[in-house]
């Protein structure tokens, strides 16, 4: 199945869902069907049917950097060498392995990837730099940039 079937499948409902659960994925299910009008066990068949087909691909927390004390986010422009099929499949395989990468984009117009970096302090965040990019013979050039301010962060996208 292609995404894009996927995605012509989510009827009214399943879009509902999906915005309420992005919001809350804690909310229970009674509450769900209430609000969009289905019952709960028709609701929860729906839910399911959206993880196994990677709809929902998980359910997670989002953390205050602060209070974990990874007061450092960077945004982090790389620029590869090549694109080489390779090339590219390497950095995005070291990348995802890395923890302090928060998320991972490969991108086009100049520059390979942009990453979100989080570290607890700038001995630690140079360290990183120097382990996933300066060491990486893959890498021809990165920018840091330092955020001062998280003003937003979150997984909700609009669902229409």
Avoid: W
């Amino acid at each position: 199945m292609t995404k894009k079937t996927i995605f012509k499948s989510l009827d009214e409902f399943d879009r509902a869902i999906l915005r309420l659960i992005q919001r809350d994925n804690k909310m229970p299910q009674r509450h769900i069907a209430e609000r969009v009008n289905l019952s709960a066990a028709a609701v929860q068949r729906r839910i399911a049917a959206m993880e196994k087909t990677g709809v929902i691909t998980a359910n997670a927390a989002i953390v205050n950097t602060h209070a974990v004390h990874m007061s450092i986010t960077a945004i982090v422009e790389i620029d590869l060498k090549d694109e080489r099929l390779e090339t590219v499949d390497n950095a995005k395989a070291l990348f995802r392995k890395a923890p302090e990468v928060q998320q991972c984009y490969y991108v086009a117009g100049g520059m390979s990837f942009i990453l979100v970096v989080v570290a607890p302090d700038m001995p630690a965040y140079e360290e990183t730099t120097r382990r996933l990019f300066a060491q990486n013979s893959a890498v021809a050039r990165y920018r840091s940039l330092i955020a001062l301010d998280r003003v937003k962060a979150g997984t909700e996208i609009v669902i229409p």
